[in-house]
């Protein structure tokens, strides 16, 4: 934080806003929101929202509610901003990281009740335009040809988990495969893209 | 339970990132990792191999209002000399509350007082934050017990009192650690129930006078923060 003298949190922050906070990365951002900067927060806000509440409408699909849960995102990540390490991984992954929790997390408190009969549900997870947005990164480009590898069910049933915060007995149903099948499938499917991806 | 076997434990790392565990489960695997490395460090290996899913999920613009609504949440609590009266409560049960309130002061009172302790300990320390996130207390634990040093003063209604509270990690709820005297910038609380330990939570609320006639809090909370061990220590 060395270099950004920016004398975080204090007054005038309505105004030093936008110019102020435009020319920084997510983690100089992260490192003003732990210092207290509510501008920064709203700049982080501005430039993650869209992606975020996307991820969390996926796993909710109701818009009310996934806007629930960035506001719970948003009130995290102004709490534990300072646990951010950008020696971690990325902030994208942190932030998707706390949202996915988010979501599922209200998932998990409403016994995962949502319908799941919709025919479509998980198509747009493996849509041309999903997979340009994967391979946009060299981590997601990688990703993307060790799931390639697996069974078309296996590959598909960690997908509806993860994008879609699916139970496994919701994906046995929506795959049409025993529940102890799907488990052992879903299992086996994790373990070979460890395989592939070390 | 999370499993002994390395394999295992692994898978339900795994699960536990993929978003498959249930409610119960992922609650456990949240309170081991924070004392144990190693799972945690599984479960980060396993956000990294599996985070870049998330970009499947198509990027939706959100409700207009939302950031409004998340300021609103983020708001200060109101200021601390125009807080309201508490409400009249019925007049048998505030007998009932003032005597025992009494008898909860005068114990708050025995624990103001700095009980030497011969082990020497890591240095934990926090700074307690207000709900802008601005430094309020300084805490330094120092031998069982903790020091508390006023970073930025401010009033307390002549009505109320500020009331310190330590949860360690796991607690279902605060343990009182006494009442801060009015006007008082440090002092030292020697807790005989608890210990400082790394991960506690160290709060100061706002309380009816003689302390929270609950034995938990009750007003808002004004500052907290959680103890660490300090840096180079």
């Known amino acids: ?5 920016l004398d975080p949190g204090r007054g005038g922050m309505a105004f030093s806003a936008a110019p102020m906070t435009a020319a920084l990365d997510l983690p100089d951002l992260l490192g003003l929101v732990a210092a207290g900067d509510r501008s920064a927060l709203r700049s982080l806000y501005e430039r993650q929202s869209s992606r975020l509440f996307g991820i969390a409408n996926a796993i909710l699909r109701d ?7 960035v506001q719970e995102v948003f009130l995290r990540v102004a709490r534990r901003a300072g646990q951010f390490d950008r020696g971690r991984g990325s902030a994208e992954a942190w932030l998707a990281g706390i949202t996915r929790h988010a979501a599922l997390d209200i998932l998990r408190a409403r016994g995962r009740e949502l319908p799941t009969d919709d025919p479509a549900l998980g198509d747009e997870a ?5 997979e340009a947005r994967l391979i946009a990164t060299a981590e997601g480009r990688r990703l993307r040809d060790c799931l390639a590898a697996l069974e078309p069910k296996n590959r598909f049933g960690i997908i ?4 879609h915060g699916l139970s496994h007995p919701q994906i046995a149903e929506r795959l049409g495969t025993p529940l102890g099948t799907t488990k052992s499938w879903i ?3 994790l373990l070979a893209l460890k395989e592939c991806l070390s | 339970m999370i499993p002994l076997d390395p394999v295992e434990r692994d898978a339900m790392a795994a699960e536990y990132v993929l978003g498959t565990l249930g409610a119960g489960e992922a609650r456990e695997i949240e309170q081991a990792m924070e004392t144990d490395p190693a799972l945690r460090a599984a479960v ?7 985070g870049p899913m998330s970009a499947l999920a198509a990027p939706e613009l959100p409700p207009p209002g939302l950031w409004e609504r998340i300021e609103r949440a983020l708001a200060p609590p109101p200021e601390v000399v125009a807080l309201p009266a508490p409400k009249p409560r019925a007049p048998v049960l505030w007998r009932a509350w003032a005597l025992g309130a009494s008898a ?9 007082v700095l009980r030497p302790a011969p082990a020497p300990e890591p240095r934990l320390m926090t700074v307690l934050l207000t709900q802008q996130d601005q430094p309020a207390w300084l805490v330094e634990a120092e031998r069982g017990g903790l020091r508390l040093a006023s970073l930025n003063p401010q009033p307390v209604p002549d009505d109320r009192v500020m009331q310190l509270w330590a949860l360690p990690q796991g607690a279902a709820a605060p343990t009182s650690l006494g009442l801060i005297p009015a006007g008082e910038g440090r002092i030292t609380v020697a807790p ?15 309380e009816p006078q003689g302390g929270s006639p609950t034995g938990r809090p009750t007003g808002p909370v004004l500052f907290i923060g959680r103890l660490a061990p300090a840096s180079g220590a």
């Open chain 1, 1 to 5: 934080m060395g270099h950004l003298a």
């Open chain 1, 63 to 69: 818009r009310d509610v996934a806007a629930d849960a």
């Open chain 1, 126 to 130: 493996v849509s041309p335009e999903a």
């Open chain 1, 160 to 163: 509806l988990a993860f994008v």
């Open chain 1, 187 to 189: 299992r086996r499917g």
């Open chain 2, 44 to 50: 980060e290996a396993w956000q990294a191999r599996l």
């Open chain 2, 104 to 112: 909860v002061a005068a114990g708050l009172a025995a624990l103001l």
């Open chain 2, 192 to 206: 005989a129930a608890i210990r400082p330990e790394p991960g506690m939570l160290i709060e100061i609320t706002l």
